[in-house]
T-cell receptor, first 112, second 110 residues
Framework: LAKTTQPISMDSYEGQEVNITCSHNNIATNDYITWYQQFPSQGPRFIIQGYKTKVTNEVASLFIPADRKSSTLSLPRVSLSDTAVYYCLVGDQDNYGQNFVFGPGTRLSVLP | ETGVTQSPTHLIKTRGQQVTLRCSSQSGHNTVSWYQQALGQGPQFIFQYYREEENGRGNFPPRFSGLQFPNYSSELNVNALELDDSALYLC?????????FGPGTRLTVT
């Protein structure tokens, strides 16, 4: 079963690039890595998903090295509204079917 | 908005009671997953349903059970409620790829 770790918190300033790394040493061959953003009292919001190398969309980039034991979410030029908790999610297929493991979350604070 | 809806929004129950939470998946999604999120923690996977069959389960006791209906909506049932069951319960729907979450149901057990 995959176990994920993330930094508990990070601070940044408006306009800076922020990189948040998630470690998932036991990731299985077929697992995808997904990142979510969550505001208080709301459900997680999908940011980006990838399997290997680099994925980019209109809001973020996701870097996954060849061994896939970690992944880095990159947020370009953050704003105050990006203050939230960011989670990585690893899909894990074990003998009992589909399973998913969220990381503990990284609380990002964007300062003016 | 993801198109995933959950009801009720908030619920207060007494220890030992039973509760049913409901989720309507996004149009076209045939898979629903349920998560429990305690205050200040990441969501914990409870189980997943695919085409009305349980397709995976996390480390939760049998008093957590579920159903998925032919229209792919889903229910989460929790029997014999305990104080530690107080949490935000999230459902997420998907079609073979990324999951899209509803706003959650806040359950308080007193």
């Amino acid at each position: 079963l995959a176990k994920t770790t993330q930094p508990i918190s990070m601070d940044s300033y408006e306009g800076q690039e922020v990189n948040i790394t998630c470690s998932h040493n036991n990731i299985a061959t077929n697992d995808y890595i997904t990142w979510y953003q969550q505001f208080p009292s709301q459900g997680p919001r999908f940011i980006i998903q990838g399997y290997k190398t680099k994925v980019t969309n209109e809001v973020a980039s996701l870097f996954i090295p060849a061994d896939r034991k970690s992944s880095t979410l990159s947020l370009p030029r953050v704003s105050l509204s990006d203050t939230a908790v960011y989670y990585c999610l690893v899909g894990d297929q074990d003998n009992y079917g589909q399973n998913f493991v969220f990381g503990p979350g990284t609380r990002l604070s964007v300062l003016p | 908005e993801t198109g995933v809806t959950q009801s009720p929004t908030h619920l207060i129950k007494t220890r030992g009671q039973q509760v049913t939470l409901r989720c309507s998946s996004q149009s076209g999604h045939n898979t629903v997953s349920w998560y429990q999120q305690a205050l200040g923690q990441g969501p914990q996977f409870i189980f997943q349903y695919y085409r009305e069959e349980e397709n995976g389960r996390g480390n939760f006791p049998p008093r957590f059970s579920g159903l998925q209906f032919p229209n792919y909506s889903s229910e989460l049932n929790v029997n014999a409620l305990e104080l530690d069951d107080s949490a935000l319960y999230l459902c997420a729907s998907s079609w073979g790829g990324e999951q899209y979450f509803g706003p959650g149901t806040r359950l308080t057990v007193t």
